[in-house]
């Protein structure tokens, strides 16, 4: 598993994409806490006050948390690559058990996805740590539970990485995966969760569970605890990654 | 197994897709030593029936082996078998080089054997570059370089002379030859019967997803190409071929039929000695005939014709 889980990686860091995904999540993290600081005033009422745990919560969640959907459409447009540009022939040719080289896909992007909020996280506290003691509002990384939220943001990412290997094993079409993907997680679930008749399910579903591990809560959207949203987000993307696996070892690669 | 070593085994394989059945009941061999060609028209069921032997397609009935073993049962497959696909993929903005690593961590080769490859297939220089910037002819030697990674006694070969120009061709030529006279097995499909007759040692002919032949291009040729002669001195004629090694024999009052001379040379002994020709006609080697015959049958002659004609072009 490890030559192959290396060659997932070879593969990943020999072309420039990741490069990109990763100046996408650190521009968008800088760039979210910048923006939640600089028009923070306490009480505008879209975002609690910064100097308490719950803005610092948010801070933290939101900026480096948009790490996950790109860990996502960073696995997706890997794995189906493979198909797109044709190679999936070539890597299985190499390596003729599939569900071995899906296993190492699946790890390489759960790593990745890891990887790139823990850059994320990096690139926010570059602005978050120095901003915040110029404004004279104290903020520790060990304090309010904000450990717990990183941990939870590198979790959701790692999480999100698999989610996006698995569903591109499952479709195929690269195009059809990715948009496939930003539609649901951006429109399709924020319109279901505001029907107040499924209210009581809707902190359920695949996105919503990872927002409620990360805490990005929104107001109005029924969210589950932490640990319950992780648990729920895992299992639906191991449901993902299993039928990635089947539907990628029977089908035939023409 | 040891008798099994180097050879590549068909038997009844079948591939149907929805109601088109690609590949039909197919039983072939190739063995060591031996360049051998698979030769069938556009459509015939080559690309499926290589995809079958590989693994990459299931059949619906039959099997295939390589070296006595299913390929995903090859215990390490990339140092038996070495294959190139049709219109081989790479990633576009990825070099060639770092393709070829890829794979050789992949199958747990050393790093430097992607450079050794690319310098036996003539890329060395370009090994930098993305594949992107490629010509067809590259990525076709590309290709080839991933099938030699692991050094694999066995060559599985779909169209690789694709985008080849003629030097590229006879480069082709020289690496089969050179892999086939060392004792090792090279098995290569393509529609083009003088891409075969150049490349090949030994024929499978298929058509429709079904066996039309197979055989060495020796047997399936026989005497070679004959060309037919119409001249009022036939005796003159025949004398005089004889004695320049051709062989001809008289067909009628008129007209002789000579194999073992091109008709660019029977012409030129004519006119030495000023013999009359009234005709002249270089007839197609019997390969071709019997290739043209199989693949130019009617449509609606075989009960699973549901192939239209044009796909035949």
């Known amino acids: 598993m490890m030559p192959l889980a290396g060659a997932e990686f070879r593969k990943l860091f020999t072309t420039r994409l990741w490069l990109w995904v990763l100046l996408a999540s650190a521009a968008w993290a800088t760039g979210y806490c910048a923006l939640a ?41 890997g794995v189906t690559g493979e198909f797109r540009h044709r190679t999936a022939a070539t890597t299985f040719l190499a390596t003729p ?16 996805g890891g990887g790139l909020a823990l850059a994320s996280i990096l690139a926010s506290l570059m602005v978050v740590l120095p901003w915040l003691t110029a404004k004279g509002i104290p903020i520790f990384l060990a304090e309010n539970g904000n450990l717990s939220v990183l941990a939870a943001v590198i979790a959701s990412a790692a999480i999100f990485g698999v989610a996006g290997a698995g569903l591109g094993a499952l479709a195929g079409g690269q195009l059809a995966t990715v948009t496939g993907m930003l539609m649901y997680l951006y429109v399709a679930e924020p319109l279901i969760s505001r029907i107040s008749a499924l209210h009581g399910w809707t902190a359920y579903l695949p996105g919503v569970a990872a927002d409620g ?4 809560t929104q107001p109005g959207v029924r969210f589950l605890t932490p640990w319950l949203g992780g648990v729920v987000f895992a299992c639906w993307t191991a449901a993902l990654a299993a039928a990635g696996t089947l539907r990628t070892v029977h089908r035939d690669i023409t | 197994m040891m008798d099994e070593a180097g050879r590549i085994v068909a038997s009844g394989l079948t591939k149907r897709f929805g109601a088109v059945t690609a590949v039909d009941d197919l039983s072939f061999a190739a063995g060591p030593g031996m360049v051998t060609g698979f030769l069938g028209p556009n459509g015939a069921g080559k690309t499926t029936t290589l995809r079958m032997l590989l693994g990459l397609v299931v059949p619906d009935a039959g099997t295939a082996t390589i070296c006595g073993r299913r390929y995903a049962a090859l215990p390490e497959p990339g140092r038996v078998v070495g294959a190139v696909l049709e219109a081989p993929g790479f990633h576009p903005a990825r070099s060639g080089r770092d393709h070829l690593r890829v794979y050789c961590t992949a199958c747990g080769y050393p790093l430097r054997r992607a450079d ?17 910037g490629y010509s067809l002819g590259m990525r076709q030697r590309l290709a080839l370089a991933t099938a030699l990674l692991g050094d694999p006694p066995v060559l599985v070969l779909d169209e690789p002379a694709n985008g080849l120009d003629p030097e590229g061709i006879a480069w082709l030529r020289d ?15 393509s529609h083009a ?20 032949g197979q055989g060495t291009l020796a047997e399936l040729a026989g005497d070679g190409e ?10 003159q004629l025949i004398t005089a071929l004889a004695a320049a090694g051709a062989r001809p024999e008289r067909t009628g009052p008129e007209s002789v039929r000579v194999t073992g001379m091109a008709a660019a040379e029977i012409s030129r002994i004519a006119r030495l000695q000023k013999i009359d020709l009234h ?35």
């Open chain 1, 37 to 77: 600081i600089a028009f923070n005033t306490g009480n505008s009422g879209l975002m609690p006050p910064l100097s308490g745990a719950a803005g610092q919560h948010a801070l933290l969640a939101i900026g480096p948390g948009g790490a996950g959907p790109l860990a996502g459409v960073l696995a997706a447009i």
């Open chain 1, 97 to 112: 058990r599939r569900g071995r080289v899906v296993g190492a896909k699946l790890v390489t992007y759960l790593l990745a």
């Open chain 1, 213 to 216: 591990l990360t805490q990005a």
């Open chain 2, 116 to 132: 050794q490859v690319l310098e036996i297939v003539g890329l060395a220089g370009a090994g930098h570059r993305k594949v992107r």
């Open chain 2, 175 to 189: 690496l089969l030859r050179g892999h086939a006279v060392s004792g090792h097995t090279v098995l290569f499909s």
């Open chain 2, 193 to 212: 019967l003088p891409e075969v007759e150049q490349l090949a040692d030994r024929v499978v002919i298929i058509y429709r997803g079904r066996l039309a």
């Open chain 2, 226 to 235: 004959a060309v037919s002669v119409r001249t009022p001195h036939t005796d």
């Open chain 2, 279 to 313: 005709e002249l006609a270089a007839h197609r080697s019997q390969l071709e005939q019997v290739f043209l015959r199989l693949t130019t049958r009617p449509a609606g002659e075989e009960p699973a014709a549901d192939h239209p004609r044009g796909d035949l072009a």
